[in-house]
């Protein structure tokens, strides 16, 4: 069992920066690839990165590359998620995940989910 606990998120002007962080507890957290997801109003949660166990592999969704830097320490059990340039575009609530195996782009794959943070950047 995996708990994950999203925080830092909150309001921000448009061409801002936030970092989100996503602690989690247990002693297993290295044995799983950790992604990051968003949902805004009215809209299906999407895949924006992901990072691979040891940190050295990562993906990002077109519409962050470039201006989102997803992370991990496995000694402090937290995955980062580091938004530049933000846009108004990327209001949302953001989720981390936690995936033993999969298709990492797909929400499906994930077996633990954080409850979500919230970010709003404004025009």
């Known amino acids: 069992q995996v708990q994950l606990v999203e925080s830092g998120g909150g309001l921000v002007q448009a061409g801002g920066s936030l970092r989100l962080s996503c602690a989690a507890s247990g002693r297993t957290f290295s044995s799983y690839a950790m992604g990051w997801f968003r949902q805004a109003p009215g809209k299906e949660r999407e895949f924006v990165a992901t990072?691979?166990?040891?940190?050295?592999?990562?993906y990002y969704a077109d519409s962050v590359k470039g201006r989102f830097t997803i992370s991990r320490s496995n000694a402090k059990n937290t995955v980062y998620l580091q938004m530049n340039s933000l846009k108004p575009e990327d209001t949302a609530v953001y989720y981390c995940?936690?995936?033993?195996?999969?298709?990492?782009?797909?929400?499906?794959?994930?077996?633990?989910w954080g409850q979500g943070t919230q970010v709003t950047v404004s025009s």
């Open positions: 990072i691979g166990l040891s940190g050295r592999t990562t």
């Open positions: 995940a936690a995936a033993r195996s999969g298709d990492l782009y797909y929400s499906a794959s994930y077996d633990y």
